[in-house]
């Protein structure tokens, strides 16, 4: 079943890859691996995020936007642009691109594709950036999930590097809750808290902290007396999935390659047994 997700020959979801059969770079820590003691198997679709504006109109921030800073009005000029944006200073736009309409539909028809080879995720964790927030609730749509369900966790977030302080201008927890794109009601508490995500790392590190937050879902997310964890959706950046796929960074240039191998809306999955295979 799992293959027929990745190699849906349809409209839904371009084939990408899938990972049987062997140990996975986070599991080569032993101790690790001899505490994996599930009940039941888990299957992680990693999804990379949907196009954004600024990579399909490089210069929509100047042509889009009327007016003074404070007082801008967004008028969008493409059938692709969204019609209407969140409320939030027009400079965080500049540094946190939304995703566009080609993007959503995309977004929610992998969803919609998953759903249908009967997989039925129950939770998604999703990078802090606005691209991977509005490819994570897109996909949440199409599964027909609560918004208590959409979890944002900053260890997912790009690499510094690649960020350029992006993460000063990022949607806090507590404004996505008050404009009902996250639950009020129940709070997910993320394993890394965004004021201790690094400014400084290294390749190495920025690989680390990804395989800590795959290895927590795989210990800690897990529910004996139903389906809730047996199947999750993580949505980050292509170098966050990379990392999922089994991907390792000596250098900055390892991280970038990535992007010749990945796309926008990029799907992969892995299934990990009870005993920690992969």
């Known amino acids: 079943m799992l293959e027929d997700v990745l190699s849906h020959d349809n409209q839904y979801i371009e084939c990408s890859q899938v990972r049987k059969s062997q140990k996975a770079n986070f599991y080569t820590n032993q101790e690790f691996s001899a505490n994996?003691?599930?009940s039941h198997?888990?299957?992680?679709?990693?999804?990379?995020?949907a196009e954004t504006i600024d990579l399909i109109f490089p210069n929509w921030f100047n042509q889009?936007?009327?007016?003074t800073e404070n007082d801008a009005a967004y008028r969008p000029y493409d059938l692709n642009?969204?019609?209407?944006?969140?409320k939030r200073p027009i400079m965080h736009y500049q540094a946190d691109s939304p995703i566009t309409e080609h993007g959503k539909i995309c977004a929610a028809l992998i969803g919609r594709g998953i759903l249908?080879?009967?997989?039925?995720?129950k939770i998604i964790f999703t990078s802090p950036e606005m691209?991977?927030?509005?490819?994570?609730?897109?996909?949440?749509?199409s599964l027909h999930i609560n918004n208590c369900d959409l979890c944002v966790e900053p260890s997912l977030a790009e690499y510094t590097r690649f960020r350029d302080n992006a993460e000063k201008y990022w949607l806090t927890t507590e404004w996505l809750q008050q404009q009902g794109i996250l639950?009020?009601?129940?709070?997910?508490?993320?394993?890394?808290?965004?004021?201790?995500l690094s400014r400084n790392e290294t390749p190495q590190e920025f690989v680390d902290r990804l395989q800590r937050f795959y290895e927590h879902i795989i210990m800690n997310f897990e529910d004996r007396t139903s389906h809730y964890f047996r199947c999750s959706i993580i949505v980050s950046n292509i170098t966050g999935i990379f990392v999922l796929c089994d991907g390792t960074a000596a250098v900055p240039w390892?991280?970038?390659?990535?992007?010749?191998?990945?796309?926008?809306?990029h799907l992969c999955a892995i299934e990990v047994t009870p005993d920690g295979k992969v």
Do not use: W
Request: charged share 20%.
């Open 36 to 38: 994996v003691q599930r």
């Open 41 to 49: 198997s888990l299957t992680l679709f990693g999804i990379t995020n």
């Open 64 to 67: 889009a936007f009327e007016g």
């Open 81 to 86: 642009m969204p019609s209407t944006l969140l």
């Open 116 to 121: 249908l080879t009967g997989y039925k995720p």
């Open 131 to 141: 691209r991977c927030i509005e490819t994570a609730r897109s996909i949440q749509r």
């Open 183 to 196: 639950s009020s009601d129940r709070t997910y508490e993320p394993l890394l808290k965004l004021e201790e």
């Open 254 to 265: 390892h991280l970038q390659e990535a992007h010749n191998n990945m796309n926008n809306c």
